[in-house]
């Protein structure tokens, strides 16, 4: 339908599925895969409106990468390639544009030449994991020829048709490859807000397990993701169990911390932390899960 410049700019977000035929040699977990899914983007603007766009993008990129603990980055830009499409002047302006965003953003980044889409330039994002390995992740591409294309118009300001600006934006990129390389990047040990387990609660003896249930329903109550591990083991065993799942927390519930509605919590990562009152140490792990903190 018609659409005015009030409207734009206009964002489209997908999880699109894509498949490629690899060949079964390069195959690799899900780092390489032959179907995967995109956080996949359209944005249709005003060129005047590019700018701002560009750089919303570049800062949401920012934003989640830093949120998943990923804090080094590669950063290239990628220009005018020999075979082409769209105006010259169109391409040195977006090119202009991408470098006053990575400036803004104090991005350090490399430019490969003639590197560019046919249809525009583009931002590549590669994350560099734990063991300094570099992944090609998030990418926002500049489209000047599919509007022209499909003929796609919006009414200006002064009642003259023109053609939109198109931005491709990824911030992820593989979902299947960023869960691969988030496992591996933490060894597995999610942060409490990833963990798929952040909290299981062991009852030491059968008279204790509905005050540790009711510990697990408050922990779902308050958004967490909470497992009670009622099974006929030892303690101990129910420990090591929870320690090899990676689960954050642990609460051990006997005959004191019953009576005096409390928990023994033990962490992934510093073992035994004492008697607490049950109600601090469910704080404790909402706000580990609501910062995002990198535990």
């Not at 894509?18 to 977990?29: A, D, I, P, T």
């Not at 597995?188 to 329903?217: C, F, M, N, T």
């Not at 083991?233 to 409390?262: H, S, T």
Request: proline fraction near 5%; include cysteine; hydrophobic fraction near 45%.
């Amino acid at each position: 339908k018609t659409r005015s410049y009030r409207e734009l700019p206009l964002r489209f977000f997908e999880l699109g599925t894509v498949y490629r035929n690899e060949k079964s040699g390069v195959l690799h977990g899900l780092l390489r895969v032959r179907g995967f899914t995109q956080d996949d983007a359209h944005i249709f603007c005003r060129p005047s409106q590019l700018e701002a766009e560009i750089r919303g993008v570049v800062d949401f990129i920012l934003q989640v990468m830093r949120d998943f603990g990923f804090t080094a980055f590669d950063v290239e830009l990628s220009t005018r390639p020999a075979q082409c499409l769209g105006e010259p002047a169109q391409w040195d302006q977006a090119e202009q544009i991408l470098q006053r965003v990575l400036a803004a953003a104090q991005l350090p980044f490399t430019v490969q030449a003639g590197e560019g889409a046919f249809y525009g330039p583009k931002i590549d994002v590669k994350v560099k994991d734990a063991l300094g390995r570099v992944w090609q992740c998030a990418t926002v591409q500049l489209d000047f020829v599919l509007p022209q294309r499909f003929r796609l118009t919006y009414v200006e300001e002064d009642g003259r048709p023109a053609a939109p600006v198109m931005v491709h934006r990824a911030i992820l990129g593989s979902l299947e490859r960023f869960f691969g390389l988030l496992l591996e990047h933490f060894a597995g040990a999610l942060p409490s807000w990833l963990a798929p387990v952040q909290l299981v609660v062991i009852p030491i003896a059968e008279a204790h397990q509905a005050y540790a249930r009711d510990l697990v329903k408050k922990a779902k109550t308050r958004g967490g993701r909470a497992e009670l591990d009622d099974r006929n083991e030892r303690m101990q065993a129910k420990i090591r169990d929870a320690q090899l799942q990676k689960a954050p927390y642990m609460f051990v519930v006997g005959n004191r911390e019953q009576a005096a509605q409390a928990v023994s919590v033990r962490t992934r990562a510093g073992g035994d932390q004492g008697l607490q009152p049950a109600e601090a140490a469910l704080t404790t792990i909402t706000e580990a899960i609501t910062t995002r903190r990198l535990d």
